[in-house]
């Protein structure tokens, strides 16, 4: 999946929510901004 957040501590409080969460094996992967977004407020 992909999150779109503002931070970690974002991503963390989604991710540690999640019903299955103590049995996930979780990865992450940080994503920069596509140089084309159309969207203006994503930095």
């Known amino acids: ?3 779109d957040v503002e931070d970690n501590a974002e ?3 989604i991710v540690s ?3 299955l969460f103590p049995w996930m094996e979780i990865h992450v992967k940080p994503l920069c901004r596509h140089p084309s977004s159309i ?3 994503d930095s």
Do not use: C, G, W, Y
Request: charged share 35%; glycine share 0%.
């Open 17 to 19: 929510n999640l019903p």
């Open 1 to 3: 999946s992909i999150f």
């Open 11 to 13: 991503l963390q409080e």
């Open 39 to 41: 969207r203006d407020d």
